[in-house]
């Protein structure tokens, strides 16, 4: 019976420290070193050469200018409206805002899952602040946070996943 007791409190205990575990943010290059090989998929060059990439850098271009004057701005590459999509880890890891729409955007912070071991392991990585989407319904609801209309554009989710997918190839 002690016995019982002893190990429901210890698995409380490690529940109750998971839980209140805080994931940090660290950046895409810690991403790279391992996706970027051939047997990763390429994530982290095909991520590069996305406009995810590069849309914190768009704030700093003259169409982004013309957009901004519409809207009464300033200077979008100073404005934390413009930041909430061009920048989105501006709040919570401003050392990434350069990174733009960077993986843990959408994958969350790695500072739990980064470690190989846990990464082999989909469970524990997702135990570790991991997001993966289980299907296409879930993707598109986290492209819309930003792609909802950006800007009086439509949004083409079939297309513009096609241009980002960056799928593990099967072992």
């Known amino acids: 019976m002690k016995k019982s007791i002893i190990l429901v409190v210890m698995m409380a205990v490690t529940a109750a420290g998971l839980s209140s575990q805080t994931f940090t943010y660290v950046g895409s290059a810690k991403c790279a070193i391992c996706h970027k090989t051939e047997t990763q998929g390429k994530q982290f060059p095909i991520w590069q ?18 957009v901004a004057k519409q809207a009464n701005v300033q200077n979008p590459a100073e404005c934390p409206d413009c930041f909430k999509c061009h920048a989105p880890l501006y709040e919570k890891a401003a050392e990434l805002k350069a990174e733009g729409v960077t993986c843990e955007v959408c994958h969350g912070p790695g500072s739990e899952y980064k470690k190989l071991n846990i990464m082999k392991d989909l469970a524990l990585a997702k135990q570790n602040g991991l997001i993966v989407y289980d299907n296409q319904d879930a993707i598109k609801k986290q492209c819309l946070t930003c792609h909802a209309n950006a800007h009086g554009k439509s949004f083409d989710f079939a297309a513009a996943v096609e241009k980002i997918k960056h799928n593990k190839p099967a072992q």
Do not use: N, V, Y
């Not at 050469?49 to 271009?61: D, I, V």
């Open 49 to 66: 050469g996305t406009k995810h990439s590069k849309s914190f850098a768009a704030l700093s271009s003259p169409q982004a200018a013309d």
